[in-house]
């Protein structure tokens, strides 16, 4: 199995690493704190043991003087034993306590205060297509999605397949998150149809037969338990009537597809467009969560429905970011993005297509999208003009 090097650099000071199953979070930590105290909830003994006493965190950690490390994986399974965790960073041990987790849901239920700011809150994503250099292929992208439990099986759709039924049946029904699985079956399903698109709740609701509010909540587990995200709409200094509804993303392509039905009125050039939009917002979103600088995520679209796919505002700079799943482009296609600039000139223009040619048009610059993914890094600039 090849290991690929992560952008993500963890603090110095103690950390939760948040992040869906299948992206690494062991692995990574494995690699980078090789000598740490580690406790693996995921293991029923010491999920047992844990449960039953959480205090004894202290003798173990107290034990291991030469342990600096101390890692707690899974730690939502065991929201008690953060209080202890707490008291142990405030005997100024000279300790690092590292606490992953897929979800940090069942912590706000149960009302812990993730440490009250003594520890950082990170996530970590599927792979950006710049970790993985010549390993990266965009079709397979975009049919299989980049979590690293999948890039590197040999048999990727039954791995995706199983991984929706594993959140399904693992962290929805055993966590106790939902009353009635059929119902968010369902809602997964119709909520798919609004990925990479504006979020319209009551029409998700219509869809699906289910309440409004049943569905708010639904899309809140997804996000808790970082499956999916929303991006606002731009709105500052704003010169025209705007949307008011959020945009909608799935974390990964390949999920996304999964969840996504197939049939004879689907057009594959739409499913296409759409698992390609959301490729590029899940390397925009990591490379943010990865940076030092840390800038505002969004979209725009105006009442009479002219759309800019991602705003990317920061003290630095503002892009903004249009994405068509095209070998060919023309003038037209760059209308929005001239549109916006109007109203912003200060803005660099970027059109991400399928193409193979570097292009301007009338300001606006037209890259070949793989182009694109594979030199987006952290802490470097969104893209050099």
């Known amino acids: 199995m090849t290991y690929f090097k992560r952008f993500f650099q963890a603090p110095q000071q103690s950390f939760f690493l948040f992040g869906p199953r299948g992206t690494g979070k062991s692995t990574l930590i494995k690699n980078q704190f090789e000598n740490g105290l580690w406790i693996d909830l995921l293991k029923p003994d010491q999920l047992r043991m844990y449960s039953a006493h959480p205090e004894r965190l202290f003798e173990l950690v107290r034990g291991n003087p030469d342990k600096r490390c101390v890692i707690i994986d899974e730690v939502q399974k065991i929201p008690s034993l953060l209080p202890v965790v707490h008291a ?21 239920q149960t009302g812990a205060d993730l440490l009250a700011g003594r520890a950082l809150k990170c996530t970590l994503h599927p792979f950006m297509a710049a970790e993985l ?20 099986s040999q048999s990727k759709q039954e791995v995706l397949q199983a991984y929706v039924g594993l959140y399904l049946q693992e962290e ?30 009551t029409n998700v609701a219509r869809e699906c037969e289910v309440k409004r509010k049943t569905v708010e909540n639904y899309i809140n587990i997804l ?23 959020p945009k909608f993303y799935f974390f990964d392509s390949g999920i996304f597809r999964t969840l996504r039905p197939k049939g004879p009125f689907d057009k594959p050039e ?88 570097k292009l301007l048009i009338n300001d606006v610059l037209c890259i070949p999208v793989e182009a694109f993914l594979k030199q987006l890094i952290p802490n470097h600039p969104l893209f050099t003009f």
């Open 172 to 201: 929805i029904q055993s966590e106790g998150l939902v009353r009635n699985l059929e119902s968010f079956s369902r809602f997964l399903e119709g909520i798919s149809f609004s990925h990479s698109s504006e979020l319209n709740v």
């Open 133 to 152: 250099q010549d390993s990266f292929s965009l079709e397979s992208s975009l049919q299989n999605g980049l979590l690293p439990l999948v890039v590197e």
């Open 88 to 108: 142990l960073i405030e005997e100024k041990l000279n300790k690092l306590f590292i606490l992953t987790g897929s979800s940090s849901r069942k912590l706000k």
């Open 223 to 245: 996000e808790d338990l970082l499956l999916a995200f929303r991006l606002p709409v731009f709105t500052k200094r704003a010169q025209r009537a705007l949307a008011s509804h």
């Open 270 to 357: 739409e499913i296409d467009g759409a698992a390609l939009e959301g490729l590029v917002a899940q390397h925009i979103v990591a490379w943010n969560d990865y940076g030092r600088t840390k800038y505002e995520i969004g979209y725009w679209r105006t009442r009479t429905g002219t759309e800019v796919d991602f705003v990317i505002y920061g003290p630095d700079a503002i892009w903004a970011i249009e994405v068509k799943n095209s070998t060919k482009i023309n003038q037209s296609d760059c209308k929005s993005l001239q549109t916006f600039i109007k109203d912003y000139p200060m803005a660099k223009a970027l059109l991400l297509y399928r193409g193979s040619e």
